[in-house]
């Protein structure tokens, strides 16, 4: 659903974009700057292949680079709190309790990175919390480009998430995720949809503001406008969890 506007305006650029046959294919460097580990997760869209087995784990500090096809379209996301010797396996992002989701989508809420490649120059990314909210991520090319960069956020969202949107952890009662609005009371006005299914009649609301004015760079529904789009072209992608510090207390550990 975020897709929608990426989709519109790569149709629209298409027919002049410049082919890049020379590239074998593109690498994603994630970095875990979290204090904590998580599992990152990659998804293809339909007819994409699994890259990374669709999911591994990443300790605190450490980096992992992953190779993927030049023409790739697929999401990744973190998760959080894994356990996969239990049955409740991760508290965020879960994709059937599996370390490899093998392609399969995530339970939202998470934080969603969505990236479209195109045989072609420039690539499309978006950071997204048209699903909901676990942790920051920023996505930036390498070498770094001041407007190939998606910022992190100034906040955690799990800090200042409304309680009717919280995830909370039974057990530590940490508030874990923020399930945004759409996700929370699957209205149309919120999801987009129907009678609010184009940019004029879908609108922000207090909900999508808490998510906007925390990551500004970020989709805060499904017509936010001026959509945070980057369009750039890179033979290497930086994916970076947690890529800033705002205080303690609120990150699960
Ligand atoms: C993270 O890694 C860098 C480089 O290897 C190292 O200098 C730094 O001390 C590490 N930080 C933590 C918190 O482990
Ligand atoms: C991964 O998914 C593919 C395609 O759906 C399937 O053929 C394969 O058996 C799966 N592998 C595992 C380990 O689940």
Known sequence: ???????????????????????????????????????????????????????????????????????????????????????????TGDCQGRLACNGTIGTPPATLVSLQEVDSEPSFYDVSLVDGYNLPVSVSTWPAEDKCSIGGCTRDVNSVCPRELQVVHEASGAVVACRSACLAFDLDAFCCRNAYGTPETCRDSVYSRVFKEACPGYFSYAYDAPPPLVNCHAGEYVVTFCPARWGSGHLPL
């Open 1 to 91: 659903m975020h897709l929608v506007p990426t989709i519109l305006l790569l149709s629209s650029i298409c027919h002049f974009a410049v082919a890049n046959n020379g590239q074998a294919s593109v690498a994603f460097r994630f970095h875990n700057k979290c204090p904590f580990p998580v599992w990152p997760a990659a998804a293809p869209n339909a007819g994409h292949p699994v890259i990374a087995a669709g999911g591994f784990l990443l300790l605190p500090n450490r980096t992992r680079r992953v190779r993927s096809p030049p023409t790739w379209n697929g999401r990744f996301w973190a998760r959080t709190g894994c356990d996969f010797s239990s049955s409740r396996a991760c508290q």
